[in-house]
């Protein structure tokens, strides 16, 4: 099949349009988009390839994805919004919002230290199935009894999946609706844009079947190899939660983790968000600036949320380098350069980038569903050649 990119790039953005097909080199069954918003306007919306490598079904204009981590950026910008509002307080304990989270000792976690990944809930001691994990309140009554995997605000490790239910708990006992409802209201309804933190069934059609690409298949047979028997290999928890998930999120079936209809419905605010890249670049872009009349949050605000609060070595050692994180924000790092050091957003697994960039005037979005890790270049390439169009 001949690669098509469909879509359209303003004068002086032609770089980007050939980065974006770069992307699919020697990859014949991936599909992918890519938006970009500068100063509030777009100035790249494609998007090319499969978004179905089972059918050939091409992916269109109305085709979505599974954002996966990117998730955790959006539910990052509601609990800002809470903050904007006065309805909530970083440095407050969690339990002062959710008073079963006092259990096991945490009663002076901070509503911080869940957003930072620093609440040593990292991963459940009980494993969870896939039944389990689309059951809101069986997580949350785990999490909140669980005993912390270390001292909480002493150490940080990726709450890769329990991030979402942990601060998407907090949420919904502050604005009285689920993260999901909250995220429509707030969001996605006054920007008129294709985003969800739980599917709606009816529109299952339109949703891209994500794949496990050569790179990220090899990093977990890697990670399969290296881990001891004898010890606990929490990090890996933290993905699979004890069974319910791959190490991969998706497979090994057909429909199996987040290809499942059924995960994919569910709100699972860690990574099951679904959505196009048009969506969530409109998203970030109007975090810094107005889109279509709606602007998310202020300037304090963003400095208030942008403030790291994790980085460096983590409390599981995993290979650098390492990112960096402020309230639930990754912020520019080595592992995640931005057009500028003022950017902030989240990565997703498998390739996905969107960020927002104060500095450069820009809301970012690549999406794939070929899911690949070692040396994955695609999306970089990219935020690099709209750093040099932008002359930043």
């Keep these: 099949m001949t690669l098509q990119i469909h879509g359209s790039v303003a004068p002086g953005f032609e770089r980007i349009r050939d980065e974006f097909a770069e992307g699919f080199s020697e990859k014949p069954q991936m599909g992918a988009a890519l938006s970009i918003l500068h100063n509030?306007?777009?100035?790249?919306?494609?998007?090319?390839?499969?978004a179905d490598e089972r059918t050939n079904a091409p992916w269109s204009d109305e085709t979505v994805s599974v954002i996966f981590s990117c998730?955790?950026?959006?539910?990052?910008?509601?609990?800002?919004?809470?903050?904007?509002?006065?309805?909530?307080?970083?440095?407050?304990?969690?339990?002062?919002y959710w008073?079963?989270?006092?259990?096991?000792?945490?009663?002076?976690?901070?509503?911080?230290?869940?957003?930072?990944?620093?609440?040593?809930?990292?991963?459940?001691?009980?494993?969870?199935?896939a039944e389990q994990i689309i059951d809101w309140n069986h997580v949350v009554r785990e999490l909140g009894a669980q005993k912390p995997l270390w001292e909480p605000g002493s150490g940080y490790a990726y709450h890769a999946i329990t991030h979402g239910w942990l601060i998407g708990e907090v949420i919904r006992r502050v604005s009285g609706r689920t993260v999901g409802q909250y995220f429509a209201d707030l969001i996605t309804t006054p920007l008129g844009v294709d985003a969800w933190i739980g599917l709606p069934p009816s529109l299952?059609?339109?949703?891209?079947?994500?794949q496990v690409g050569s790179t990220l298949a090899e990093l977990t047979a890697q990670q399969a190899t290296a881990r001891k028997p004898e010890e606990t290999d929490?990090?890996?928890?933290?993905?699979?939660?004890?069974?319910?998930?791959a190490p991969e999120l998706i497979g090994p079936g057909d429909s199996d983790g987040f290809n499942s209809p059924e995960i994919q419905?569910?709100?699972?605010?860690?990574?099951?968000?679904?959505?196009?890249?048009?969506?969530?670049?409109?998203?970030?872009s109007s975090t810094i600036m107005p889109v279509g009349g709606v602007r998310l949050l202020d300037d304090d605000t963003i400095a208030t949320a942008t403030v790291p609060q994790s980085e460096g070595l983590p409390v599981w050692a995993v290979p650098g380098p390492w990112p960096r994180w402020g309230?639930?924000?990754q912020l520019d790092s080595e592992a995640r350069r931005y057009t500028t050091a003022h950017g902030f957003g989240h990565d997703g697994a498998g390739g996905q980038v969107a960020f927002a960039d104060p500095a450069a005037g820009v809301g970012f979005a690549y999406l794939t569903n070929q899911m690949e890790a070692i040396n994955d270049l695609r999306g970089t390439r990219i935020v690099d050649a709209l750093r040099t169009t932008l002359d930043l």
Aim: proline share 5%; glycine share 12%; aromatic share 6%.
């Design 99 to 129: 008073p079963e989270f006092a259990a096991a000792g945490k009663a002076d976690v901070r509503v911080k230290h869940l957003l930072s990944h620093r609440s040593g809930l990292s991963a459940p001691r009980s494993p969870l199935t």
């Design 71 to 96: 998730t955790k950026g959006l539910v990052s910008i509601l609990a800002a919004r809470l903050v904007q509002d006065g309805l909530l307080d970083y440095e407050a304990p969690v339990a002062d």
């Design 204 to 210: 299952s059609s339109r949703v891209a079947h994500m």
């Design 327 to 329: 309230m639930g924000f």
């Design 265 to 284: 419905a569910a709100e699972i605010p860690g990574a099951g968000g679904i959505a196009s890249a048009r969506a969530v670049a409109s998203i970030w």
């Design 234 to 245: 929490w990090s890996g928890l933290a993905m699979t939660l004890g069974g319910a998930l």
């Design 40 to 50: 509030g306007e777009s100035v790249v919306d494609l998007w090319g390839g499969v």
